[in-house]
């Protein structure tokens, strides 16, 4: 204790003036308020604004005792029963079984180099970390490359084709097939789902597996009852790490495919956003819809990892 | 079925064939794509799928023809957009990021919880959420920002800052602060204290911190392409994703290429800092600190 500083209301911890700590945070906290919460905020306004009856243009509405929900019922109406609702289907169609297929191939990988990749674990992992150094757009254009008409993939299958004399018309990958915008999701996207599911097996304890054993449990058994259920929550964590953009995405398709086909609903936004100019509203409604969508997928999680924890503890 | 169930049973802790089959597969399929990117940027001819020799001359080659990355007007002002963009948010980012992690790790107030909600909010925000917010706050509100570099660059350090806290905290709580305590007892005022023994134990922190917003901020393409101005304010990212189904010349895999070595650079140089200078305790599996690339 400092002997020359008096300890009471004027210091908070041991000879800290009171206003110093959250004077450091000032700066940042003011930065996120004006340049996070505002913004965020924004999305409300200009989604809840009313439609000007002269221009038929939203004028945003900054205070909410006047929000009106002209725009979400179009919104609505179109989610429910119009072409947008096709679109949000296809969305999570396609975000299942990406995700799905992350699990199947990401399971055996995270495993394999957290617990019986021995001498070699340290090559394993950065091998499976160097995804996340590239550019995700630099590894979509790398197929984009490799799938164009004359690209690789169809100079090999007619390689292939021909050994066996079979006629081959190459085929264009890229004109919105749904496989491919999956693939590509899944190529983009499972490196994210891998990491956390390898910390979370590589924090298991080899002497519960051990225990396991000697009590008399097969490998598989093991597997099943003890090392399954300690890293679901690694899945559960990798799987919403992997879904949150997932649902947002608009790049992927539109690179691996551009066609309406295969429209996700992340492309409506980008379309009303980015590509119009007086769609901003209905941009924005559809911004919020994605963003509760996301919010009950995080509270699920939330929850489920708090009821794991708890039922650990007990 | 029964046969292979019998094998692992006769040697339980010993590896299973398939799994570092599927690893290797996995390793395979992951890298191979992009590797045949990079080597097609150093095609010697404009085929991105028929290899014609080596050469640079999609990196450096012939000012009069105007098409490699050092003279293509388009390619070079998306890297220099690039370079200027990380730069830029990383020397800012870093102090507020840092700042903000030792103000909410100490501050005990009635305030401190929600600003620390405030700060986590931006990491669990999709991209597409912050982009059009950004876009449209600036779009409605805040009209006097314009558009693109100046638009990029305040959206590039919003959420950049989270990043930085989230690193330095580990380093902070693992800190403590009876170094600070014991300079203070022995006559150092409370800035004195933080700046000659704070600061020095927070230096790799620090310096892995600037590494790692230079990472993402090059990184980034979303929140750049929703607050883009013009053809000046194009960067690597958006570059990359105008141009790929373009049939563009192997210039643009010189530009991916490019942006790849600078990235791996910076965190390597992040991860070397953090790993030489100090031990890193704290939050334990936080999967952001394993998503920018700590896990090591």
Redesign the interface.
Known sequence: ??TNLASGAEY??????RW??????????V???L??????Y??F??AMGQVDPILQRVN?E?NPIYWAPEVFADAFADLFGGQLGVIALRTIAYVFIASLLCVI?GY??A???SR???RWR?L???????????????????????L?P???VN?WLATIAGWFSVAFTPPDW?AGSHLVVILGLV?GY???FI??L???LD?IDNATLEAS?DLGA???NTFWRVTWPLSRNGVL?GLV?IM??M?????TP??LS?SPRTTMY?NT??QF??QTTSQ?AL??AL?II??IF?AGL?AYYLITINRATRAGRE | MTAR?GS??RN?WG??R???L??AL??L???I??A??VQ?SFNAGRS??VWQGFSTRWYVGDPAAAESVLYDPTLLSSLMQSLKLAILTMLVATP??V??A???A????L??KP?NF??L??L??????????????F???YDFVPFGTVAQF??H??FS?SFV?IIVRGRLFAIG?DYE?AA??LGAS?FEAMRRVLLPLLAPALLASFAMVFAISI?D??IS??LIAGADSIT??VQ??SG??L?PPPS??AL?TI??VV??AA?AVAGLVFRALGKRRGES?S?LE??A?F??
């Open positions: 204790m400092p908070d911890t041991v000879g800290s003036k110093v700590w959250p004077g450091f945070a000032v700066p940042g906290i930065w996120l308020l340049l996070f919460l505002v913004p965020f924004a999305i306004a200009v945003p900054w191939v055996p990988v495993y394999f180099v019986k990749a021995g340290w394993w992992l950065l091998l499976i970390l160097a995804p996340f150094w590239i550019n995700y757009l630099m590894r979509m254009m790398s197929w984009v490359n490799l164009s004359d690209g690789q100079r890229l190529y499972i490196p994210f990491l956390p390898f910390a979370s924090r054993r097969s490998p598989l964590g790490i949150l953009p649902f947002g995405d608009y790049y539109n690179l551009g992340g936004i980008d956003i980015n901003g941009g924005a911004t994605l963003m996301v995080m | 169930k692992v049973l339980p590896k299973p398939f799994l570092p599927v690893t996995y390793v399929w992951s890298i794509p992009v045949i990117a097609f991105r799928s507020l990021g700042a903000l030792v103000g909410l100490r501050w005990r107030g305030l401190a600003s405030l700060m909010f931006p669990v925000t999709p991209e597409i959420v912050m982009g059009v917010a950004l876009f449209l706050v779009d409605n509100l305040l959206g350090v919003t800052i806290v602060r305590e203070m007892d409370q990184d393409f979303v392409q929703f690597i990212p990359l994703y790929a189904r049939a643009l895999n991916a942006l790849m990235t791996i965190i599996g999967a394993s998503v690339g896990e090591m």
